[in-house]
């Protein structure tokens, strides 16, 4: 595998950064409270993308009103980010880079103003990829994404090292 340039990397993290929320864990941080007629929603996203020619596959977790995570990989893990109602975060294992922010620090960094509630709709509707693909635009990217998978899920686990 090349080694992977924080020029490479940064076309990954600006897609992180917009898909926002991969791998498995033992720490739940949401689960679903059964029958409840006001369950929490989690959606699951797998998807494959190509930003400025380079592909990777990626999988998205949200708990509707209060995680989404996202996590990018290239034959290992490349970038993971997280977003809550008030913050950001992103972490890039290869370079050990890691920085947490809010979204007016995701719009300093990126040039998109984009806040959670704005992230969710994304995800929850029915054009996602078309959706992800414009917002990487309007940062300057060509990015392709394609939704392998979708599915509503019961519990999930939202593994992230702040």
Request: proline fraction near 5%; include cysteine.
């Amino acid at each position: 595998m090349n080694h992977l340039s924080r020029k490479t990397l940064l076309p990954l993290v600006a897609l992180a950064a917009l898909l926002v929320a991969g791998c498995r864990s033992s720490q739940p941080v949401a689960t679903a409270p059964g029958t409840s007629s006001s369950a929490p929603r989690y959606t699951v996203l797998t998807f494959d993308a190509t930003v400025n020619g380079i592909s990777v596959d990626g999988q998205l977790r949200m708990a509707r009103d209060s995680v989404i995570w996202c996590s990018l990989s290239k034959f290992v893990e490349v970038g993971r980010a997280m977003a809550t109602p008030d913050s950001v975060w992103v972490n890039l294992p290869l370079t050990g880079g890691k920085r947490k922010g809010n979204y007016l620090t995701v719009k300093r960094l990126t040039g998109v103003s984009v806040d959670f509630r704005q992230l969710e709709s994304i995800v929850d509707g029915p054009d996602t990829a078309e959706r992800i693909e414009a917002l990487a635009r309007q940062m300057g990217y060509d990015a392709t994404v394609k939704i392998k998978r979708r599915e509503e899920a019961t519990h999930l686990t939202f593994p992230f090292k702040k």
